[in-house]
């Protein structure tokens, strides 16, 4: 029988999110037979790198396919299981409106970490598939990954460390992933969405409002 988590991150002010969004992962982990993950504490400074932590422990225990959402993702109730669209390890490109602020994650990886980063390679990590060999393949990096807080926490080193473990990447498309920023999200773009995510909502209490706002307008 193959094993599945999935997984969520609620460290701090995320538990305040969470308890907005958890009545929906905790539906969305029955229907695709998941177990349901939900990491409250960690001994990072930066709880965002509680993320690494996870990602060996997932491999540790030997799951064969694996879901991580981030806290402020809004699984709509129609969503299929993502299990039998995507077979290997599946990221989300950025599709950023304003993209000077990727041209900063850019610059930042570049001057710390990678001299010769494309331009054009950023992956947003709010959403992330993984079967067992692929996330085996990542634990292996996370595992001995000195914490770098970038432009955008745990995620700009989290990308060098996918692209170093060598594995298979998907891009999941847009409707797993949809930002919800007002320059983000349309009508359309919302009516076909399965994931939003929280992006672009404010930071700590100011996102609470929207959030519930957007969970209430979109079921």
């Keep these: 029988m193959t094993r599945r988590a999935m997984a969520t991150i609620a460290v701090g002010f995320h ?32 709880p965002h790198f509680a993320k690494f932590d996870l990602i060996a422990r997932l491999a540790d225990e030997g799951w064969d396919k694996a879901l991580f959402v981030d806290a402020d993702v809004h699984i709509r109730g129609h969503s299929p299981n993502i299990f039998d669209y995507y077979k290997v390890a599946a990221f989300s490109e950025v599709p950023h409106p304003r993209p000077e602020w990727l041209h900063k994650s850019i610059d930042w990886i570049r001057d710390t970490l990678v001299p010769d980063w494309p331009a054009d390679r950023y992956f947003n990590t709010g959403v992330l ?5 692929s996330l085996e393949m990542l634990a292996r990096y996370v595992r001995d990954a000195t914490p770098m807080p970038g432009q ?14 060598g594995f298979p990447q998907e891009r999941l498309e847009q409707r797993w992933n949809q930002f919800c920023g007002p320059r983000w999200l349309t009508n359309v773009k919302a009516a076909e969405s399965y994931f939003l995510h929280g992006n672009g909502l404010g930071h700590a209490k100011d996102k609470l409002e929207p959030m519930a706002k957007l969970i209430a307008r979109y079921p």
Excluded at 27 to 39: C, D
């Design 152 to 165: 955008f926490f745990e995620q700009d080193q989290l990308n060098v460390l996918m692209a170093e473990a």
């Design 129 to 133: 598939v993984f079967d067992r060999q």
């Design 15 to 46: 538990q305040k999110v969470f308890e907005l969004t958890r009545k929906k992962m905790e539906k969305y982990a029955r229907k695709i037979e998941a177990e349901l993950i939900v990491v409250e504490e960690t001994d990072h400074e930066v």
